[in-house]
């Protein structure tokens, strides 16, 4: 392992996860609800009544974000390398895997781990190990 | 008021994720990739997430309800099984084969051009195909007899 000292963001990505952990506290503390990001738009493919304006308004607010935040700074880089198939490939592994496992980077990561669920620790290991052995394999395995 | 405060909620989580790097799959997987060039950043957005959540989010469980007068909505289940192992791991393959998940891929929306767009599509399609399968599941233990609540 060799740490890549030129793409090392310390400080935005520590700033940036504040922001994530408050944004998670707030939804909790006023709505009374986890910040699943699967969770929340899965709840939107099977919608019950009086169940859907808050989910669509946290996705709006997801999506409209960026858009803020060019207004007062340079976006941060995007670069996707994944060709198309394997970003559909990958879609379809993300959709169906969050849901069957009850959530994601944010409900497991951020607000499972935030409340000491020994589910949600589980299912971080799981997802990030299988992250780590997935882009062995691509980068220094078959690639 | 309750749609109010999810779209601030939300606001912040897409700024946190945007202003964190998060939402470049290339960052991301500069993460995942821990025997090449690795990029720490990835620890640090958690690592800033978990310091608040931890804090916040016991003191916030102590109330019986949410300030907006909603009942608490936690998972109940507690069982360590097999759907939270194969759901995670397949979770994270999808995740290193692309570099997005699904937070990071909402915010990608708006710059991001067609890439984000079919991760986002199949994404979702992804999300119907489990609805369809639980649904088809229930029926079936339903038709069965057996007590559909598991």
């Known amino acids: ?143 | 008021m309750k749609s109010a405060s999810a779209l601030l909620a939300g606001l912040l989580f897409g700024l946190g994720l945007t202003y964190s790097g998060m939402t470049n799959p290339s960052k991301v997987l500069g993460f995942l990739d821990l025997t090449g060039q690795w990029d720490p950043s990835l620890a640090f957005v958690m690592g800033g997430a978990l310091l608040v959540g931890a804090i916040a989010f016991p003191f916030a469980l102590q109330r019986s309800k949410s300030v907006l007068g909603n009942t608490i909505s936690l998972a109940t289940s507690t069982k360590i099984d097999r759907r939270l192992v194969i759901g995670g791991l397949t979770f994270g393959v999808g995740w290193g084969l692309a570099g997005f998940c699904p937070g990071p891929v909402l915010a990608s929306f708006a710059f991001g051009g067609a890439k984000p767009a079919l991760f986002g599509t199949a994404m979702l399609i992804g999300m119907a195909v489990f609805e369809v399968l639980e649904r088809v599941k229930e029926n079936t233990i339903s038709k069965s007899g057996m007590d559909s609540h598991y």
């Open chain 1, 1 to 143: 392992m060799t740490i890549d000292w030129n793409h090392f963001t310390p400080w935005a990505s520590l700033t940036g996860g504040l922001l994530i952990g408050l944004a998670s506290a707030l939804l909790l503390i006023l709505n009374g609800r986890i910040a699943g990001i699967s969770g929340i738009v899965g709840g939107l493919l099977r919608p019950q009544k009086g169940d859907v304006a808050w989910r669509a308004a946290f996705v709006a607010g997801v999506v409209i974000a960026p858009v803020l935040f060019s207004l007062a700074a340079r976006l941060p880089p995007l670069q996707v390398d994944a060709s198309y198939p394997t970003l559909i490939v990958a879609g379809l592994l993300v959709g169906i895997g969050t849901r069957y496992g009850s959530g994601c980077t944010s409900g497991h990561g951020v607000c499972g781990l935030s409340r000491r669920s020994p589910r949600s620790a589980v299912a971080t290991v799981a997802f990030t190990l299988a992250g780590f052995v997935t882009v062995y394999v691509i980068r220094h395995s078959i690639g």
